[in-house]
């Protein structure tokens, strides 16, 4: 079956420099969120989109922006990078009103 | 074994016995739970869930409980392999009815050959 696609899987830019994350949902799924996982720590909800409009915010921080697309697919866009973003970046997808989210393997992005 | 998430971020196993993995909850009025498990390197899978108007939910070789009187939920393993070495994770709605959701400190498993 086929799953939520992520890329690039990994990612190294330098402060301040901007980084674009992307994020194919699983085909008829209309959902989706962003979450960031920092070593050693839980997933945090950064944001969430459905039918292309922001369905939910959490801890996303000013510097970043996030939307979905037309065919779902979605872009998560990183401006100033700081050291502190440095972390395992990662997108799900689900259906409009399932709990249920399926994640993607996560774009490792690495600022030096 | 058994392993309290916040408490004992690391829980070891030999192959073959049961795992119990526990988490405890913030918001009572969360009406949904899954547990996730996450490999090295690897997005979070999903495992199992359960409405919180059960008590109890079984799958293959996992059974969720949940205690809605003291917020608490546990994952058990039934007879744990090699291949259930991971990170686990409990995770809630934010608030009931939306589809974010917060993740519990996960608890590593490791199981001993």
């Known amino acids: 079956a086929a799953g939520v696609i992520q890329s690039p899987r990994h990612l190294i830019k330098e402060k301040r420099e901007t980084a674009t994350l992307k994020c194919y949902p699983i085909p008829r799924h209309d959902t989706v969120y962003w979450y960031q996982q920092g070593p050693g720590q839980d997933p945090q909800f950064l944001i969430s989109f459905y039918e292309k409009m922001q369905s939910d915010k959490g801890s996303i921080p000013d510097r970043f922006s996030a939307q979905q697309f037309s065919d779902y697919h979605s872009e998560l866009n990183m401006s100033s990078l700081e050291l502190g973003d440095s972390a395992l970046y990662f997108c799900a997808s689900s259906s409009n009103g399932v709990y249920e989210q399926y994640f993607g393997p996560g774009t490792r992005l690495t600022v030096t | 074994g058994e392993s309290v998430g916040l408490h004992l971020p690391t829980l070891s196993v030999q192959e073959g016995d049961n795992s119990i993995i526990n988490c405890a909850y913030s918001?009572?009025?969360?009406?949904?739970f899954i547990w996730y498990k996450q490999e090295s390197g690897k997005g979070p899978q999903f495992i199992i869930d359960?409405?919180?108007?059960?008590d109890k939910r079984q799958g293959q070789r996992v059974t969720v409980l949940l205690n809605k009187t003291v917020k608490h939920l546990s994952l058990q393993i039934a007879a744990t392999q090699p291949g259930d070495s991971a990170v686990y994770f409990c995770a809630e709605p934010y608030t009931s009815g939306t589809y974010k959701y917060i993740f519990g400190t996960g608890t590593r498993l490791k199981v001993l050959a």
């Open positions: 918001n009572s009025a969360s009406d949904y």
């Open positions: 359960i409405r919180s108007n059960m």
